[in-house]
Structures are given as C-alpha cells and as structure tokens.
C-alpha cells in the first residue's frame, strides 16, 4: 500500500447517495451509500483499507474485527458503542467506479488494482440488503452508525428532531454555567435568516445568562448573507432561539460537540480527517 493511513474522498452522485475512495494503491471504494450514511462510509474505508494493508496476498473475502478498527490508529475517536462485537464477513469485487461505463471489471483488464476498484460487498447469504449491511458492519465494528434515510428532506428532519433534544438540555447547560464551565468554553449555534430568505447557522458566546429564559451573548462567525450582524455584536437571545451547543477548550479541542455536530458528518457536511 502506498499510504499507511490513507486518505478517504468521497463524492455525492444524482441520486444522493455517495461513493468513497482510498487515495491509495490499489484503490478501494465504498458504493453507494446513502445520504446520512458518509461517516460510516469513511469510517470502512479506513477499516478495510487498514487490514488489506496487513495482507501479503490477494483476498477475494474478508473478514473483519474489532481489533482490526484498533490497529488503525486514525480510527481511535470512532469507539462509540459498548456491547456485544459481530465478525464482518465481506467479498472483495474488482469494479468500475459510479462515474464509469459498466459496473465490473473485464477478466482481461490489468489485475494490479490500478484499472478498477476493490469495492466491498455483502457476503452472499446476506438477505437484508446493501444499506442495512452499511449499517450492520458500522455497529458491529464499533460504531454508531445511523440507519439509512433516503428522504431528500432527511437532513432537515434529523435536525429538527435534534435541535428539539437539545431544547431538553439547556436548564443543565445554564446551571454548568452559571458554576464556570469548569475552564472549558460554552458556545451555542444559532439560525439566522439571511437576505433571500434561507438559513444561515452561526455560532455565539454566552457572557451572561442571569434570566433563565435570555442569554447574552458575543457573535462568534461574521454572516456572510444576513445584513445588520457583525462579529464581535452583542446578541440578547431568547433560549427558544438557541439551536445547539458545543463545549470545549483551545487545548483540549471539542468535548461537547452537541446534537447536530454528528448529524453533520453522518451527512457529510463535516468529514473526520
């Protein structure tokens, strides 16, 4: 392998579905996935980019682990769920990527890995379908990967699920406040409405939150669609205004990422390095 932590891109097709791939050699790819499926895409990439890098021979099935999720280092921040682990049976198939003519290799193309992709599958007595094995090898490797949604409003609608969890959160989020956040810094993601009329997310900083029902707060993102706001503004917000949070320090990075920060990868919005 040319890579010993190759890096992933991934590209979103017609359809919404997504595709990734190992900047390696020989390269592999993850296809298709679906919309709110992309951090589990990339996390398998990694995974199976990881123990393919461990064989001295060609494989044609693979079978995959936990400890294979902990050989590579890059994958330490995935470990999410606690229970019961299951072997990940896959078949390795040589294809053409989504964006080129035909589906699978020819025989009598170049077998070096470099004229096609190894593209995982389901083994063949898996009955459930290709979206549910994404998310069953996700769980089953350590991760908490989401079911798949398909509805061209899901992004929006996982949102909105979760911004109303984070409603339930805010009476806890103002008493560690209140106490000093213990040297970690509070900051709250807002919506704004920009000039045409969609949504701009920004972030703030609370510098004060005596009423429980208002926060005040410092405009940390300088809008770059909505008129009247500025960095550094002072914001008197309605809690019921609040949309997110995040907690965590310039040494210790993020601690916190809140409710919507997984939504966002899942969707691809934000893809872990």
Known sequence: MLFSDPMVIHSQRGDGRHWFTT????SLQIWP???????VGHFLAKVIAGKL?????????????????????????FSELIGEAADVRLRLLTQAGPGDSGSDKDDDEDDDGLGGFITPQPPTDWTLGYDAWIVFAGRSLGMDAPESNVDPTGHEQDMAKASTEFQTRIQGLRTRFLAGME???????VVLTTDSGDKEYVWVRPIAWQDEKTVECILESEPYACKGYKHGQKLSLAVTDLFDYAIGSEEGGLVDGGVTQRIAEDYGLILPE
Request: proline share 5%.
């Open 33 to 39: 996935v679906a919309p709110n499926q992309c951090r």
């Open 183 to 189: 040297g970690l810094n509070l900051g709250f993601k």
């Open 23 to 26: 900047m390696d050699v020989p």
């Open 53 to 77: 890098a461990t064989l001295t021979e060609d494989a044609t099935e693979l079978v995959l682990t936990r400890a294979d999720v902990a050989a590579v280092e890059s994958l330490s921040d």
